[in-house]
């Protein structure tokens, strides 16, 4: 009797946790997206993702996926690239509780049994924005990533949509306070927007 109640207790709490974790993205209403995607400056954005890029400098690098702080992130975005060197251990989040949809069972031993991951680093700076553009992955499944001059991710796409990343440059080391998942059409332009508040 006090195991089953034991049993049901526990899953009552853990559907409470995952119900409150999925709440945290939200859909954008369609009335409030252009003032979203205007803040993010989506147009500069859009013309990031729509050049290509044609030389490379390849490498060999870490994998690490993203901390519980983090929901699901398309295309298993690895966090120790929210910066260009791809040497992030953590970053600070406008959140103190650990609270993200992260997936588990993500594993980049999955990927690649040695943890490395091969990536492109584009010799041409991205239009519009003047920072680096990495390139993780082949084909439908690669991740194009885009950095500001600063060094932080400004936004990345995989398939048909792209994170944008906000950073709260107030303090001294940044912060990240929002994402927003922003799926596109064929020609980049916005269909749906979600948020994601820290």
């Not at 910066?83 to 690649?112: H, I, K, L, Y």
Request: with cysteine; net charge negative; proline share 5%.
């Amino acid at each position: 009797m006090k195991l089953s109640l034991i049993l049901f207790l526990f899953f009552c709490f853990g559907f409470v946790f995952v119900y409150a974790s999925e709440t945290k993205i939200k859909l954008v209403p369609k009335q409030k997206t252009a003032k979203v995607l205007k803040s993010v400056a989506f147009a500069t954005i859009r013309s990031t993702v729509m050049a290509n890029h044609s030389k490379f400098i390849e490498k060999e690098t870490n994998y690490q996926t993203c901390s519980g702080d983090f929901p699901n992130m398309p295309g298993d975005f690895p966090c120790n690239f929210l910066d260009e060197s791809g040497n992030t251990d953590q970053v600070a989040t406008q959140s103190e509780v650990s609270d993200g949809e992260f997936a588990e069972g993500r594993d980049p031993e999955d990927m690649n049994p040695s943890g490395k991951i091969r990536i492109k680093v584009s010799k041409e700076k991205s239009r519009n924005l003047n920072g680096v553009v990495v390139f993780i992955g082949e084909g439908e499944n690669q991740l194009s990533l885009f950095y500001s001059p600063k060094g932080q991710i400004s936004h990345y796409k995989y398939q048909n949509t792209i994170v944008i990343f906000v950073w709260n440059q107030i303090d001294e080391n940044p912060t990240l306070s929002q994402l927003y998942f922003v799926k596109v059409d064929g020609d980049f332009f916005p269909e749906e927007v979600k948020e994601y508040t820290f």
